[in-house]
């Protein structure tokens, strides 16, 4: 096993533990999607936190290599606002820490009514390769969205990434529209399954 993987195992290891530190929640919720749980895993406790955020950066690019997307071959990643937002800039970090180049950009749920009107911010996406971002999935409805609104701008949408996989459809329903889906941890990770 060379070093490489020891670092990235050991990096996704502390980024699970961190999310179960700081995100899990334990208590009845309804989820974006409508559906009831039994705990949350509230993100944004781990994306805008001071250790975790540069963690989820590197987990994120780790996780598309792996998969054979490297930054040569993805021009930016983002997805649609709020969940995506700070997981497209931690890999814009770890991405530039490296010395690679990536972009990023967000997605609106609507496009502005005035200014440039755009629904997708940041640098243009068309004709470039993107990859869909989002910091936990139930149903893959925000990932699926965004890549509506992305092809429409004319970008070439080659995956969804995620965090947290919930295991609760996103995957079938994004494979289902032609597009590979990575996770970088699922609810056994976290202690939840």
């Known amino acids: 096993m060379s070093t490489d993987v ?37 993100m944004r406790r781990a994306t805008l936190h001071h250790e975790a955020a540069p963690l989820i950066g590197h987990v994120m690019l780790d996780m598309l290599e792996e998969a054979g997307l490297s930054t040569e071959d993805v021009d930016a990643v983002g997805g649609l606002t709020m969940g995506a937002d700070p997981v497209a800039t931690a890999m814009l970090h770890a991405a ?6 990536l972009d990023a950009f967000v997605v609106r749920k609507a496009a502005k009514d005035h200014g440039m009107k755009r629904r997708v911010e940041g640098p243009d996406v068309a004709g470039r390769n993107v990859v869909v971002l989002e910091d ?27 965090i947290v996989d919930r ?27």
């Open 6 to 42: 020891i670092t990235n195992d050991s990096h996704r290891a502390r980024l699970a533990e961190l999310i179960r530190e700081l995100a899990v929640v334990r208590g009845k919720v309804t989820l974006a999607s409508g559906l009831e749980s039994d705990f949350y895993v509230d």
């Open 136 to 162: 936990t999935s139930t149903t893959g409805g925000s990932p699926l969205e965004a890549v509506a609104a992305l092809r429409e701008a004319g970008a070439n949408v080659l995956a969804v990434a995620v």
């Open 96 to 101: 530039a820490s490296r010395g690679l180049d």
């Open 167 to 193: 295991a609760t459809g996103a995957r079938e329903r994004i494979e289902a529209a032609g597009l590979p889906y990575y996770a970088a941890l699922g609810l056994a990770d976290l202690g939840l399954d």
